[in-house]
């Protein structure tokens, strides 16, 4: 997974939403504890900031160096790279001892996990009940027209996604997670957030070129946004590539404890 985002980490860095201090609130608030959260796949570091107001420690993985970084230094956050096949000996030399974690967070990435081997390593590292929380964003929404040329451009960029990418488009709904409802709800979700970002057009190309797709398709000889593509961008965002608009991003959330 790390290959795919190595040439575009600033890219990625610069131009991915944040998220929304409900979602973290939310998972906090279905915690018993609030000592150290685990964030899997942490990139830039984008939900280890948000996590590090509500947790004492947060310690933060990737298996890109390229990503870790960009990521912002905090006095409780620490960030590590781990291997895509680090043993569990190494997980707990790296992230924490065996049963010592509140939280486990994965953003944007748990489509891209080995899901048996990773939930080995959740279940090792959490405590008694402790919480499991995966999320991802689905595609942006700006506007009808702005919209209709988007996906043009997303459903032509079909081949060139990883097979992985189909969780995000079902919104994690279909994957595997044997975990039990938290406290207080029925179901593992999706629980269903968004964010906004404020956005002209050129912040907007930058978004897709954080793309792997987009990456996966230039190394391909594909340039997906071509002249006629950003024109068309460029007509539909109202003829001025500097005006700032808001790009909501819907986010969807699994979330559950550890069984018993």
């Not at 990737?62 to 960030?79: E, F, G, K």
Request: proline share 7%; hydrophobic share 40%; aromatic share 12%.
């Amino acid at each position: 997974m790390a290959n795919l985002f190595l040439k575009q980490a600033k890219h990625y860095a610069a131009a991915r939403p944040d998220y929304p201090a409900e979602l973290f609130q939310f998972i906090a608030s279905k915690t018993a504890r609030h000592d150290l959260a685990w964030d899997v796949g942490t990139g830039s570091g984008q939900a280890a900031v948000s996590l590090a107001k509500l947790y004492k420690n947060v310690v933060g993985t990737d298996t890109s160096a390229q990503q870790l970084a960009y990521a912002p230094a905090l006095p409780n956050v620490r960030y590590a790279h781990t291997p895509a096949d680090l043993p569990l000996e190494g997980i707990h030399a790296a992230v924490a001892p065996p049963g010592s974690v509140d939280v486990v967070t994965v953003a944007q990435a748990f489509h891209w996990l080995d899901l048996p081997r990773f939930y080995a390593q959740v279940r090792s590292l959490l405590r008694a009940h402790g919480v499991l929380a995966a999320w991802c964003y689905t595609e942006p929404r700006v506007g009808a027209a702005v919209d209709a040329v988007f996906w043009r451009l997303y459903d032509g960029s079909q081949p060139h996604w990883a097979p992985n990418r189909k969780m995000v488009d079902d919104e994690y709904r279909s994957a595997d997670f044997p975990f039990d409802p938290v406290d207080g709800e029925t179901h593992t979700g999706p629980f269903e957030f968004s964010t906004d970002r404020r956005m002209d057009l050129d912040d907007y190309f930058t978004y897709i070129k954080s793309w792997s797709a987009y990456q996966t398709a230039k190394d391909n000889g594909v340039e997906l946004l071509d002249d006629a593509t950003v024109q068309d961008f460029a007509d539909a965002w109202g003829g001025d590539r500097e005006e700032v608009k808001t790009v909501r991003y819907p986010i969807f959330l699994r979330i559950g404890k550890v069984r018993p």
